[in-house]
């Protein structure tokens, strides 16, 4: 159980367009889920928190109009990288929780912006 | 930010327990310790959690000081496909609710070695 899975896994996009990454927790309802990012060698920042039916909760620095979050429903949250460029390149990984316990990871999508 | 702060680097003979150090000196009460770890290229897959005992599951055990300002993760058995970067977390939580959220530092890597 607490299966949690990210499409699409890798997606090479042209500069100044927007990419939408989803993730879906499988088996169970997660009202808040998480968005990281993490760059080669270096550890996950957390970017916002994802709740669902209401605005996702940026961290400080993390620009919201960029990257945009809907949590429209129970299983599924999705991460738009509006205008992307070569600096948005990265591995971003999501997060459900499905108690207040439990966090459960996705397998990550490596984006690359070209 | 991160709460945690752990040895960049550790080495282990297959079939050895590792033993993984973490300080945590600024926790509070009632902040969990979270044991994560990720294998490259991958989404981080969930150890262990405890408060204030200690605990064990199939996969490592977690020790906890009783001060609570630091916690040790033991791998029993160290195989080669353990060698991962190992992240300790402290889990924050907002006041006034049940949500936390997991700020990642830069873990250690262990390397299991034949």
């Known amino acids: 159980g607490a299966v949690v899975s990210q499409h699409p896994s890798w997606v090479i996009c042209k500069s100044g367009t927007s990419v939408k990454i989803e993730c879906r927790s499988l088996d169970f309802q997660a009202t808040t889920m998480f968005w990281y990012r993490q760059f080669p060698k270096q550890s996950l920042m957390l970017m916002a928190t994802s709740n669902e039916g209401s605005k996702a909760t940026y961290e400080q620095g993390v620009e919201k109009d960029k990257f945009l979050i809907n949590h429209a429903s129970l299983t599924l949250s999705t991460l738009t990288v509006t205008s992307a460029h070569p600096e948005d390149s990265s591995f971003y990984i999501c997060?459900?929780?499905?108690?207040?316990?439990?966090?459960?990871f996705g397998s990550g999508t490596r984006l690359t912006v070209v | 930010d991160a709460k945690t702060t752990q040895p960049p680097s550790m080495d282990c003979a297959e079939g050895r327990a590792a033993n993984l150090p973490c300080n945590h000196s600024?926790?509070?009460?009632?902040?969990?310790v979270y044991w994560y770890r990720q294998i490259h290229s991958q989404g981080p897959q969930y150890i262990i959690h405890?408060?204030?005992n200690n605990e064990t599951n199939e996969m490592a055990s977690l020790i906890i000081t009783e001060d609570r300002k630091s916690s040790t993760l033991i791998l029993p058995h160290a195989t080669l496909r353990d060698t991962a970067v190992y992240y300790c977390i402290v889990r924050i939580i907002d006041r006034g609710s049940t949500l936390g959220r997991l700020y990642f530092g830069r873990g250690t890597q262990l390397t299991v070695w034949p």
């Open positions: 600024t926790i509070s009460g009632n902040e969990y």
């Open positions: 405890g408060l204030k």
């Open positions: 997060s459900a929780s499905r108690t207040e316990y439990g966090y459960t």
